[in-house]
């Protein structure tokens, strides 16, 4: 079976720019959820989405948003880029976010800022 | 604030010997901890869970230990192989139904030399 995917693997944009990271789950995973990893610190938490419903939301400004399609897909999405945007962008999928179902995660998108 | 820390922010231990990671956390709602372990470029491995019903979790070389009055948790490894070197991520899971959050300290890079 395929685990998560993510695309693209890398990418470069500039400060202002939008930009859109797509992820899909593990097949008969419903939950996807998103975080950005910055060098030297632990995944922080963005979105998280169940059944095509927003779960959660971390503490990111509004230029971020996400949403999770009929097949479970999701996308996120950041407006007007800042170089602070700069980071690891993962996309992790589970059966169910109940008990202590881990999460599976894909290898990531690497967002540069220029 | 870091509810879920990792203060050693490196490790290195010899090859055959035991690999002890240690985590701290804060918030008594945690239900479930999850040890993730990472290469670089690639996103995080699920290694080991443990409830916060039980103090210990074997699965092969891998046992998480929980001591929930002192609020810290441990992951052994044993025997140390030199493929562990990796960084290693406590998480907790808190929350209800399919609103749970997971929420990750910072990491420990281990090494082990052959």
Known sequence: ?114 | DQQVKQNSPSLSVQEGRISILNCDYTNSMFDYFLWYKKYPAEGPTFLISISSIKDKNEDGRFTVFLNKSAKHLSLHIVPSQPGDSAVYFCAAKYGAGNNRKLIWGLGTSLAVNP
């Open chain 1, 1 to 114: 079976d395929a685990g998560v995917t993510q695309s693209p693997t890398h990418l470069i944009k500039t400060r202002g720019q939008h930009v859109t990271l797509r992820c899909s789950p593990i097949s008969g995973h419903k939950s996807v959820s998103w975080y950005q990893q910055v060098l030297g610190q632990g995944p922080q938490f963005i979105f998280q989405y169940y059944e095509k419903e927003e779960r959660g939301r971390g503490n990111f400004p509004d230029r971020f948003s996400a949403r999770q399609f009929p097949n479970y897909s999701s996308e996120l999405n950041v407006n007007a880029l800042l170089l602070g945007d700069s980071a690891l962008y993962l996309c992790a999928s589970s059966w169910t976010l109940e008990g202590g179902q881990p999460q599976h995660f894909g290898d990531g998108t690497r967002l540069s800022i220029l």
